[in-house]
């Protein structure tokens, strides 16, 4: 085996180690890593593979195929393989496994890494841990498109007020805006007064709404210590602009159930959830 071989066995056998200094080591002083996703230079290359492993405390390369291309350079071709039992980009972890096919060309000058350019299929780790792919603009004519999560205890009566917050931030802000907005409502879930939240995120802007019981209920937001800690960082140096609000309905419409026989629309509560042809209708989906 060759020495440019040796080195980036070397490469990969760190990795499967789980040694983020000998990673880095293989590397010259200016080396750089690249892949679909990210570009790094540096020491950053040991702190992206430690947040890998936290995503994946058990990931491993299995090297199919290795060969010198000329002019110092490696081409391996690997399979990647893992189970996601942390937070993968802000998001909790499913327990899935990932098997994940790629290459590897890497260059190599005196015996270190210059560079490493690694391709596959960036849409596959997502996809295998059952995460939505969206293709989309940020912006077109008066739209802005983002993205959307809803979290429901289940309740099925009426809101009776809703709070809306909103959040102008730059991209960088927004993964600590998004955890600290999850956080907050995982400790909401547990408030008696509470029925559910939706957060969106479009162009520059967060919007939160949260649903309740009445509107005094609204005042329990103030016992979170997650929520709490977000409103410091607001004051202190987080954001750009914000707003919070609280609306009282002025009227919500009755929940109309589709029956699973007849096909008739009916008013669940006017009902008593039995259609008009004396069929049980299906239960109803919480208002928010």
Known sequence: MSNLLDVAQAYFNAWNAHDSDAIANEF????????????????????YVQSLWE????????????????????????LMKGINKGAFRGLPPTGKEILLSGADFIKITNGKIESVVGYYDSKAVPEQLGLQIMVQPDKLGPFS??????AQTGKLNKPGAFAITGIWNTDEETPEIRDRGRDTVKELLKMEGFIGAALARAGERSITVTAWNHPEDVRQILQSPSHNNAKKRFWDDLANAAYFSVWVPHHINPMWVRCGECKKMNSYEKSNGLCSCGSKLPDPPPYF
């Open 55 to 78: 995503a994946f405390p058990d990931l491993s390369f299995e090297i199919v195929s290795k060969a010198e291309t000329g002019n110092g350079m490696v081409a391996a071709q690997w």
């Open 145 to 150: 498109f983002g993205y959307s999560v809803f």
């Open 28 to 47: 010259n002083e200016n080396g750089e890593y690249s892949d679909p996703n990210i570009r790094i230079r540096g020491r950053d290359i040991g702190k």
